[in-house]
């Protein structure tokens, strides 16, 4: 198993454990690039969880944010010692939030279905 940065420090290795340096680099991969705006596949994973968030847990908005801003402040920290996991631009971390916040939105204002007697 390669290890995602030179060096191999442990936190690089529990990374790979839990996801495989193939899968980052694939997950990294930008979709679509502009000034403001990054896609990659990452931003369907952030959207997605957004959405099961909304789904189970829909009154949660509030702690759903807060935990959206605290995740991404660990991560640019994280990024400090240059796993790729982590390493991100500024504006790829205001999407991941709002991807994720939005994915929220989805499925937490859906209307619930009434029950048939």
Known sequence: MAVSQVGGTSLDRLVD????????LFLNKTLVRQPF???????FVHLGIGMLVGYFFPKRFKQWFWLNIIFEFVEFVLALGGNPLFVEEVVDIVWDISLSMF????LSLRKPRKKSK
């Open 17 to 24: 454990l839990i996801i495989p340096s193939e899968v980052v």
């Open 103 to 106: 994915g929220f939105l989805i």
């Open 37 to 43: 705006f990054i896609l990659n596949w990452w931003s």
